[in-house]
């Protein structure tokens, strides 16, 4: 009976995941960032308005949506897009902004600037790698790429961010942990008190270090440990070629900095909010927004990879 329920579980899990899977992958939409603002203020505030006073300012806000059209239809302009990035420990949003920046990447003029809002607590280094590489796309397109840190871009998010142009960050957005952790829980002991057997058979040294139902050794840990350094390596490396000004001996032990902190560290460039930063420019701003579909499935498949996968992270 109990292999029946279960075997009716599975069935459950693979038919949800299989109707996610054939869903699209993102829904994209760009809007003018300041030409809504604008008609948001007008909506909320309406009630502080006398008639007159609402009059003129539909009136106002007429006469400042036809100029802000007009703008951003002319090429000489100055423009700027703003995107935003919440990364999870899987990463998986990191193919919905590659998707976005796809998009995006045939109408950006080289004096275009590109925003990016950052939140994320790093994860996985395949994951967080592909994302920085997809941003490097952006950088090498246009003449300011810049980043904004709301909350947190650590590790994985601090290497997508280094790519920036310009860093800019909240007061107490967390930034930096250069550094690489990897948790690998091991069952063998467990397994063994049980009576039951593990054969793990490789072809190659280095095939498999530490892992759930192998041997640990001394030898398995340091081939271990040199894995992590040499990821390390790559990481600092690669922060230091797009922030030469930033002391790697000070900034890449792995701790991590709040952002009025790290200002004198050189890991950011600047301290402000995103909003303040978006207020602050002269520029028709739009917005690129992208969202994945959200569900059941998603869910159950982000639950299933977690429990069944151990990766290494940027963290």
Same mark, same amino acid.
């Given at each position: 009976?109990?292999?029946?329920?279960l075997?009716?579980?599975?069935?459950?899990?693979?038919?949800?995941?299989i109707?996610?899977?054939?869903?699209?992958?993102?829904?994209?939409?760009?809007?003018?960032?300041?030409?809504?603002?604008?008609?948001?203020?007008?909506?909320?505030?309406?009630?502080?308005?006398?008639?007159?006073?609402?009059?003129?300012?539909?009136?106002?806000?007429?006469?400042?949506?036809?100029?802000?059209?007009?703008?951003?239809?002319?090429?000489?302009?100055?423009?700027?897009f703003?995107?935003?990035?919440?990364?999870?420990?899987?990463?998986?949003?990191?193919?919905?902004?590659?998707?976005?920046?796809?998009?995006?990447?045939?109408?950006?003029q080289?004096?275009d600037?590109?925003?990016?809002?950052?939140?994320?607590?790093?994860?996985?280094?395949?994951?967080?790698?592909?994302?920085?590489?997809?941003?490097?796309?952006?950088?090498? @397109?246009?003449?300011?790429?810049?980043?904004?840190? %709301?909350? $947190?871009?650590? =590790?994985?998010? !601090? +290497? &997508?961010?280094?790519v920036?142009?310009?860093?800019?960050?909240?007061?107490?957005?967390?930034?930096?942990?250069?550094?690489?952790?990897?948790?690998?829980?091991?069952?063998?002991?467990?397994?063994?008190?049980?009576n039951?057997?593990?054969?793990?058979?490789?072809?190659?040294?280095?095939?498999?270090?530490?892992s759930?139902?192998g041997?640990?050794?001394?030898?398995?840990?340091?081939?271990?440990?040199?894995?992590?350094?040499?990821?390390?390596?790559?990481?600092?490396s690669?922060?230091?070629?797009?922030?030469?000004?930033?002391?790697?001996?000070?900034?890449?032990?792995?701790?991590?900095?709040?952002? @009025?902190?790290?200002?004198?560290?050189?890991?950011? %460039?600047? $301290?402000?909010t =995103?909003q303040? !930063? +978006? &207020?602050?420019?002269?520029?028709t701003?739009?917005?690129?927004?992208?969202?994945?579909?959200?569900?059941?499935?998603?869910?159950?498949?982000?639950?299933?990879?977690?429990?069944?996968?151990?990766?290494?992270?940027?963290?």
């Amino acid at each position: 009976m109990i292999s029946i329920f279960l075997l009716f579980i599975i069935f459950i899990l693979i038919s949800l995941l299989i109707i996610q899977k054939n869903k699209p992958a993102s829904s994209t939409t760009l809007k003018n960032w300041n030409q809504s603002l604008s008609e948001e203020r007008l909506k909320i505030f309406r009630p502080l308005m006398d008639e007159k006073g609402w009059k003129d300012k539909v009136k106002s806000f007429k006469k400042d949506k036809k100029s802000l059209l007009k703008k951003g239809d002319d090429n000489t302009s100055q423009r700027a897009f703003y995107l935003e990035f919440s990364g999870d420990v899987q990463g998986s949003s990191v193919g919905s902004l590659s998707h976005a920046i796809t998009l995006l990447q045939p109408y950006l003029q080289k004096e275009d600037e590109v925003i990016i809002k950052i939140e994320s607590p790093g994860g996985a280094v395949s994951s967080y790698g592909l994302a920085a590489s997809e941003m490097l796309r952006l950088r090498e @397109r246009i003449s300011k790429l810049t980043v904004c840190i %709301d909350k $947190i871009a650590a =590790s994985g998010g !601090y +290497l &997508m961010a280094s790519v920036a142009h310009h860093i800019v960050a909240a007061p107490f957005a967390i930034v930096g942990s250069i550094g690489v952790v990897s948790q690998v829980p091991n069952f063998r002991r467990f397994l063994q008190d049980k009576n039951i057997d593990v054969f793990e058979l490789t072809a190659g040294k280095n095939k498999r270090t530490l892992s759930l139902l192998g041997e640990v050794t001394e030898d398995k840990k340091e081939q271990f440990q040199e894995q992590l350094d040499r990821i390390h390596h790559l990481f600092k490396s690669f922060v230091s070629e797009f922030r030469p000004q930033m002391d790697l001996s000070v900034v890449a032990n792995g701790d991590f900095w709040l952002a @009025r902190e790290a200002l004198p560290l050189n890991l950011v %460039d600047e $301290i402000k909010t =995103s909003q303040d !930063y +978006l &207020m602050d420019l002269d520029k028709t701003i739009y917005f690129l927004e992208y969202n994945e579909p959200k569900g059941v499935s998603k869910i159950l498949k982000k639950l299933m990879q977690a429990a069944l996968n151990y990766k290494t992270l940027l963290n």
